[in-house]
Protein backbone atom coordinates (compact mmCIF):
# COMPACT_ATOMS: atom_id res chain seq x y z
CA UNK A 1 0.00 0.00 0.00
CA UNK A 2 1.29 3.42 -0.40
CA UNK A 3 0.01 6.95 0.55
CA UNK A 4 1.20 10.49 -0.38
CA UNK A 5 1.76 13.15 1.92
CA UNK A 6 -1.14 15.18 0.66
CA UNK A 7 -3.78 11.59 1.75
CA UNK A 8 -2.26 11.37 4.78
CA UNK A 9 -2.28 14.90 5.93
CA UNK A 10 -6.20 14.52 4.43
CA UNK A 11 -6.70 11.32 6.96
CA UNK A 12 -4.84 13.64 9.79
CA UNK A 13 -6.54 16.70 9.23
CA UNK A 14 -2.70 18.31 8.84
CA UNK A 15 -0.39 20.94 7.20
CA UNK A 16 2.17 19.21 4.69
CA UNK A 17 5.30 21.07 4.64
CA UNK A 18 7.02 19.70 1.91
CA UNK A 19 6.10 17.67 -1.35
CA UNK A 20 2.43 16.89 -1.05
CA UNK A 21 3.17 14.11 -4.00
CA UNK A 22 5.96 12.33 -2.26
CA UNK A 23 4.82 8.74 -1.52
CA UNK A 24 5.60 6.42 1.70
CA UNK A 25 4.81 2.49 1.79
CA UNK A 26 6.41 1.34 5.18
CA UNK A 27 6.80 3.30 8.50
CA UNK A 28 10.13 3.13 10.24
CA UNK A 29 11.39 4.95 13.79
CA UNK A 30 12.98 8.09 12.76
CA UNK A 31 16.13 6.90 13.50
CA UNK A 32 16.05 4.06 11.53
CA UNK A 33 13.98 6.32 8.47
CA UNK A 34 14.76 5.67 5.08
CA UNK A 35 13.39 6.83 1.55
CA UNK A 36 9.80 5.26 0.98
CA UNK A 37 8.86 5.51 5.18
CA UNK A 38 6.98 7.44 6.95
CA UNK A 39 7.70 8.32 11.31
CA UNK A 40 7.24 11.06 13.35
CA UNK A 41 8.73 12.86 16.09
CA UNK A 42 6.99 12.83 19.39
CA UNK A 43 9.35 12.61 22.09
CA UNK A 44 12.12 16.06 21.70
CA UNK A 45 14.51 13.40 23.03
CA UNK A 46 14.74 12.42 19.03
CA UNK A 47 15.07 15.76 17.78
CA UNK A 48 18.41 15.36 16.40
CA UNK A 49 16.88 12.61 14.04
CA UNK A 50 14.70 14.34 12.18
CA UNK A 51 17.40 16.10 10.55
CA UNK A 52 19.70 12.69 9.69
CA UNK A 53 16.52 10.93 8.73
CA UNK A 54 15.98 10.17 5.73
CA UNK A 55 12.45 8.75 6.46
CA UNK A 56 10.16 10.85 3.12
CA UNK A 57 7.21 11.99 5.75
CA UNK A 58 7.63 12.77 8.91
CA UNK A 59 5.01 13.50 11.06
CA UNK A 60 5.03 16.46 13.57
CA UNK A 61 3.68 18.74 16.10
CA UNK A 62 2.22 22.05 14.97
CA UNK A 63 4.59 24.09 17.14
CA UNK A 64 8.05 22.32 15.61
CA UNK A 65 10.11 24.57 14.16
CA UNK A 66 12.84 23.34 12.23
CA UNK A 67 16.73 24.67 13.13
CA UNK A 68 18.18 23.25 10.46
CA UNK A 69 17.56 21.94 6.83
CA UNK A 70 15.40 18.69 6.19
CA UNK A 71 15.47 16.12 3.42
CA UNK A 72 11.86 15.29 5.08
CA UNK A 73 8.46 16.23 4.17
CA UNK A 74 6.69 17.11 7.54
CA UNK A 75 2.76 16.82 8.42
CA UNK A 76 1.85 19.00 10.54
CA UNK A 77 -0.65 18.15 13.62
CA UNK A 78 -2.17 19.18 17.07
CA UNK A 79 -0.35 15.56 18.44
CA UNK A 80 1.93 13.92 16.76
CA UNK A 81 2.14 10.86 18.90
CA UNK A 82 -1.58 10.59 19.00
CA UNK A 83 -1.67 11.07 15.27
CA UNK A 84 0.53 8.11 14.53
CA UNK A 85 -1.13 5.79 16.81
CA UNK A 86 -4.64 6.76 14.51
CA UNK A 87 -2.80 6.42 11.22
CA UNK A 88 -1.56 2.96 12.42
CA UNK A 89 -5.45 1.59 13.50
CA UNK A 90 -6.01 2.83 9.83
CA UNK A 91 -3.28 1.23 8.08
CA UNK A 92 -4.69 -2.00 9.99
CA UNK A 93 -8.24 -1.65 8.54
CA UNK A 94 -6.77 -1.43 5.13
CA UNK A 95 -4.46 -4.22 5.50
CA UNK A 96 -7.17 -6.44 7.16
CA UNK A 97 -10.03 -5.85 5.36
CA UNK A 98 -10.21 -9.38 3.46
CA UNK A 99 -13.49 -10.22 1.89
CA UNK A 100 -14.25 -13.86 0.49
CA UNK A 101 -13.96 -17.52 1.27
CA UNK A 102 -10.48 -18.86 0.43
CA UNK A 103 -10.85 -22.49 -0.40
CA UNK A 104 -10.51 -25.38 0.93
CA UNK A 105 -12.64 -24.72 4.25
CA UNK A 106 -15.58 -26.56 5.80
CA UNK A 107 -18.72 -23.96 6.13
CA UNK A 108 -21.54 -25.86 7.67
CA UNK A 109 -24.87 -25.30 5.66
CA UNK A 110 -26.43 -24.21 9.06
CA UNK A 111 -23.58 -21.69 9.44
CA UNK A 112 -25.18 -18.11 8.29
CA UNK A 113 -22.66 -15.04 8.43
CA UNK A 114 -22.86 -11.32 7.54
CA UNK A 115 -21.68 -8.39 5.08
CA UNK A 116 -17.77 -8.73 4.31
CA UNK A 117 -17.11 -11.88 5.83
CA UNK A 118 -13.80 -13.24 5.20
CA UNK A 119 -12.94 -17.01 5.95
CA UNK A 120 -9.13 -17.81 5.24
CA UNK A 121 -8.18 -21.63 4.03
CA UNK A 122 -7.74 -24.35 6.12
CA UNK A 123 -11.19 -23.06 8.36
CA UNK A 124 -14.08 -24.69 9.92
CA UNK A 125 -17.18 -23.45 10.85
CA UNK A 126 -19.47 -25.96 12.81
CA UNK A 127 -23.52 -26.04 12.74
CA UNK A 128 -25.43 -23.11 13.65
CA UNK A 129 -22.92 -20.67 13.77
CA UNK A 130 -23.72 -16.96 14.05
CA UNK A 131 -21.44 -14.31 12.59
CA UNK A 132 -22.16 -10.71 12.17
CA UNK A 133 -21.14 -7.99 9.36
CA UNK A 134 -17.19 -7.02 8.80
CA UNK A 135 -15.55 -10.10 10.57
CA UNK A 136 -12.06 -11.66 9.71
CA UNK A 137 -11.50 -15.30 10.33
CA UNK A 138 -7.68 -15.90 9.29
CA UNK A 139 -6.56 -19.64 7.58
CA UNK A 140 -6.32 -22.85 10.47
CA UNK A 141 -9.37 -21.67 12.49
CA UNK A 142 -11.64 -23.50 14.39
CA UNK A 143 -15.37 -22.56 15.28
CA UNK A 144 -17.40 -25.03 17.19
CA UNK A 145 -21.10 -25.48 16.58
CA UNK A 146 -23.36 -22.76 18.10
CA UNK A 147 -20.75 -20.00 18.46
CA UNK A 148 -21.99 -16.42 18.00
CA UNK A 149 -19.53 -13.71 16.55
CA UNK A 150 -21.00 -10.31 16.49
CA UNK A 151 -19.42 -7.36 14.13
CA UNK A 152 -16.09 -6.16 13.61
CA UNK A 153 -14.24 -8.76 14.81
CA UNK A 154 -10.73 -10.83 13.74
CA UNK A 155 -10.02 -14.00 14.40
CA UNK A 156 -6.44 -14.41 13.93
CA UNK A 157 -4.82 -17.74 12.02
CA UNK A 158 -4.84 -20.24 14.27
CA UNK A 159 -7.52 -19.68 17.18
CA UNK A 160 -9.90 -22.09 18.77
CA UNK A 161 -13.14 -21.17 19.64
CA UNK A 162 -15.45 -23.82 20.95
CA UNK A 163 -19.05 -24.38 20.93
CA UNK A 164 -21.81 -22.19 22.59
CA UNK A 165 -18.91 -19.08 23.09
CA UNK A 166 -20.26 -15.69 22.53
CA UNK A 167 -18.01 -13.08 21.08
CA UNK A 168 -19.19 -9.72 21.05
CA UNK A 169 -18.59 -6.76 18.70
CA UNK A 170 -15.36 -5.54 18.29
CA UNK A 171 -13.30 -8.05 19.81
CA UNK A 172 -9.91 -9.42 18.20
CA UNK A 173 -8.77 -13.34 18.93
CA UNK A 174 -5.06 -13.41 18.47
CA UNK A 175 -3.18 -16.66 17.35
CA UNK A 176 -3.19 -20.05 18.56
CA UNK A 177 -5.84 -18.79 21.43
CA UNK A 178 -8.53 -21.26 22.76
CA UNK A 179 -11.80 -20.23 24.06
CA UNK A 180 -14.09 -22.42 25.57
CA UNK A 181 -11.79 -25.77 26.43
CA UNK A 182 -13.32 -27.56 29.79
CA UNK A 183 -12.85 -26.04 33.06
CA UNK A 184 -10.23 -27.82 35.26
CA UNK A 185 -12.97 -29.96 37.30
CA UNK A 186 -12.34 -33.33 38.50
CA UNK A 187 -13.87 -35.27 41.97
CA UNK A 188 -11.95 -37.93 43.44
CA UNK A 189 -13.67 -40.53 45.03
CA UNK A 190 -12.62 -42.94 48.46
CA UNK A 191 -9.19 -44.38 46.87
CA UNK A 192 -7.95 -41.00 45.10
CA UNK A 193 -8.86 -41.71 41.75
CA UNK A 194 -10.11 -38.52 39.88
CA UNK A 195 -13.17 -38.29 37.93
CA UNK A 196 -14.00 -35.80 35.49
CA UNK A 197 -17.05 -33.41 36.20
CA UNK A 198 -18.69 -32.35 32.61
CA UNK A 199 -17.90 -29.20 31.67
CA UNK A 200 -21.67 -27.65 30.48
CA UNK A 201 -21.56 -23.72 30.64
CA UNK A 202 -19.74 -21.24 27.84
CA UNK A 203 -17.60 -18.26 27.86
CA UNK A 204 -18.53 -14.70 26.98
CA UNK A 205 -16.72 -11.92 25.77
CA UNK A 206 -18.52 -8.80 25.87
CA UNK A 207 -17.73 -5.79 23.08
CA UNK A 208 -14.02 -4.73 22.38
CA UNK A 209 -12.04 -7.69 24.60
CA UNK A 210 -8.61 -8.20 23.31
CA UNK A 211 -7.24 -11.74 23.64
CA UNK A 212 -3.45 -12.54 23.26
CA UNK A 213 -1.74 -14.85 21.55
CA UNK A 214 -1.50 -18.37 23.28
CA UNK A 215 -3.89 -17.28 25.99
CA UNK A 216 -6.77 -19.46 27.03
CA UNK A 217 -9.95 -19.25 28.47
CA UNK A 218 -11.96 -22.00 30.05
CA UNK A 219 -15.96 -22.40 29.69
CA UNK A 220 -18.26 -23.00 32.95
CA UNK A 221 -19.11 -25.58 34.95
CA UNK A 222 -22.25 -23.92 34.65
CA UNK A 223 -23.24 -21.08 33.66
CA UNK A 224 -20.59 -18.77 32.12
CA UNK A 225 -17.18 -17.73 32.48
CA UNK A 226 -17.68 -14.01 31.40
CA UNK A 227 -14.74 -11.09 30.31
CA UNK A 228 -16.59 -7.99 30.68
CA UNK A 229 -16.59 -4.79 27.90
CA UNK A 230 -13.33 -3.47 27.18
CA UNK A 231 -10.98 -5.97 29.07
CA UNK A 232 -7.54 -6.75 27.64
CA UNK A 233 -5.48 -10.20 27.92
CA UNK A 234 -1.62 -10.76 27.27
CA UNK A 235 -0.40 -13.32 25.17
CA UNK A 236 -0.08 -16.80 27.37
CA UNK A 237 -2.93 -16.39 29.85
CA UNK A 238 -5.04 -19.00 31.71
CA UNK A 239 -9.03 -18.29 32.50
CA UNK A 240 -9.89 -20.88 34.40
CA UNK A 241 -13.75 -21.98 34.51
CA UNK A 242 -16.26 -19.46 35.82
CA UNK A 243 -14.02 -16.63 36.45
CA UNK A 244 -15.78 -13.25 35.40
CA UNK A 245 -13.35 -10.28 35.14
CA UNK A 246 -14.97 -6.98 34.99
CA UNK A 247 -14.93 -4.12 32.44
CA UNK A 248 -11.78 -2.29 31.02
CA UNK A 249 -9.11 -5.00 33.41
CA UNK A 250 -5.52 -5.24 31.97
CA UNK A 251 -3.94 -8.47 32.58
CA UNK A 252 0.00 -8.91 31.43
CA UNK A 253 1.12 -12.29 30.28
CA UNK A 254 1.12 -15.28 32.15
CA UNK A 255 -0.96 -14.39 34.61
CA UNK A 256 -2.97 -17.58 35.80
CA UNK A 257 -6.61 -16.96 37.25
CA UNK A 258 -8.38 -20.20 39.23
CA UNK A 259 -11.74 -21.10 39.02
CA UNK A 260 -14.76 -18.94 40.35
CA UNK A 261 -12.86 -15.97 40.89
CA UNK A 262 -14.29 -12.63 40.36
CA UNK A 263 -11.92 -9.88 39.40
CA UNK A 264 -13.53 -6.08 39.67
CA UNK A 265 -13.69 -3.09 37.00
CA UNK A 266 -10.44 -1.31 35.93
CA UNK A 267 -7.97 -3.14 37.23
CA UNK A 268 -4.20 -3.33 36.42
CA UNK A 269 -2.83 -7.00 37.08
CA UNK A 270 0.83 -7.11 35.96
CA UNK A 271 2.98 -10.55 34.35
CA UNK A 272 2.86 -13.63 35.80
CA UNK A 273 0.69 -13.40 38.72
CA UNK A 274 -0.85 -16.10 40.24
CA UNK A 275 -4.58 -15.64 41.52
CA UNK A 276 -6.33 -18.18 44.20
CA UNK A 277 -9.88 -19.36 43.07
CA UNK A 278 -13.40 -18.41 44.79
CA UNK A 279 -12.22 -14.79 45.82
CA UNK A 280 -13.49 -11.59 45.15
CA UNK A 281 -11.10 -8.72 43.66
CA UNK A 282 -12.17 -5.04 44.34
CA UNK A 283 -12.36 -2.35 41.23
CA UNK A 284 -9.42 -0.37 40.20
CA UNK A 285 -6.94 -3.14 42.35
CA UNK A 286 -3.21 -2.83 41.32
CA UNK A 287 -1.51 -6.09 41.14
CA UNK A 288 2.55 -5.83 40.61
CA UNK A 289 4.23 -8.98 38.70
CA UNK A 290 5.14 -12.08 40.49
CA UNK A 291 2.33 -11.33 43.00
CA UNK A 292 0.47 -14.38 44.58
CA UNK A 293 -3.18 -13.88 45.46
CA UNK A 294 -4.80 -15.73 47.73
CA UNK A 295 -7.50 -13.58 49.61
CA UNK A 296 -10.19 -10.78 48.69
CA UNK A 297 -8.69 -7.80 47.68
CA UNK A 298 -11.10 -4.53 48.66
CA UNK A 299 -11.29 -1.57 46.14
CA UNK A 300 -8.46 0.41 44.96
CA UNK A 301 -5.21 -1.17 46.99
CA UNK A 302 -2.40 -1.99 45.50
CA UNK A 303 -0.36 -5.10 46.24
CA UNK A 304 3.19 -6.62 45.58
CA UNK A 305 4.90 -10.00 46.85
CA UNK A 306 3.67 -13.80 47.49
CA UNK A 307 1.83 -14.07 49.30
CA UNK A 308 0.75 -10.36 48.34
CA UNK A 309 0.17 -7.14 50.81
CA UNK A 310 -0.03 -3.91 50.54
CA UNK A 311 3.16 -2.34 47.76
CA UNK A 312 4.32 0.58 50.22
CA UNK A 313 4.41 -2.35 53.05
CA UNK A 314 6.37 -4.49 50.72
CA UNK A 315 8.58 -1.75 49.53
CA UNK A 316 9.58 -1.01 53.13
CA UNK A 317 10.06 -4.74 53.88
CA UNK A 318 12.61 -5.40 50.47
CA UNK A 319 15.00 -3.20 52.25
CA UNK A 320 15.28 -5.64 55.24
CA UNK A 321 15.10 -8.29 53.38
CA UNK A 322 18.46 -6.88 51.49
CA UNK A 323 20.15 -5.95 54.51
CA UNK A 324 19.47 -9.75 56.33
CA UNK A 325 22.93 -11.54 55.97
CA UNK A 326 24.62 -7.83 57.67
CA UNK A 327 21.97 -7.84 60.14
CA UNK A 328 22.92 -12.10 61.27
CA UNK A 329 26.34 -10.54 60.91
CA UNK A 330 25.64 -7.98 63.43
CA UNK A 331 23.68 -9.76 65.83
CA UNK A 332 26.57 -12.36 65.89
CA UNK A 333 29.32 -9.71 66.48
CA UNK A 334 27.01 -8.66 69.31
CA UNK A 335 26.58 -12.56 70.80
CA UNK A 336 30.44 -12.56 70.91
CA UNK A 337 30.97 -9.57 72.74
CA UNK A 338 28.35 -10.58 75.27
CA UNK A 339 29.85 -14.05 75.92
CA UNK A 340 33.41 -12.33 76.57
Not at 288 to 308: H, M, W
Amino acid sequence: MEFTASQIAGILEGEVEGNPEIAVHKLAKIEEGEKGSLTFLANPKYTSFIYSTDASITIVNKDFIPEQELKTTLIKVDDAYKSFSKLLEYYNQVKNNKTGLESPIYLSDTAVYGKDFYLGAFSYLGNNVKIGNNVKVYPNVYVGDNVIIGDNVIVFAGAKIYSETIIGNGCVVHSGAIIGADGFGFTPNKEGVYSKVPQTGNVILEEDVDVGAGTTIDRATLGSTILRKGVKLDNQIQIAHNVEIGEHTVIAAQTGIAGSTKIGKYCLIGGQVGIAGHIVIGDRVRIQAQSGIGRNIKDDEVLQGSPAFAYSDYNRSYVHFKNLPRLVNRLNDIEKQSDQ
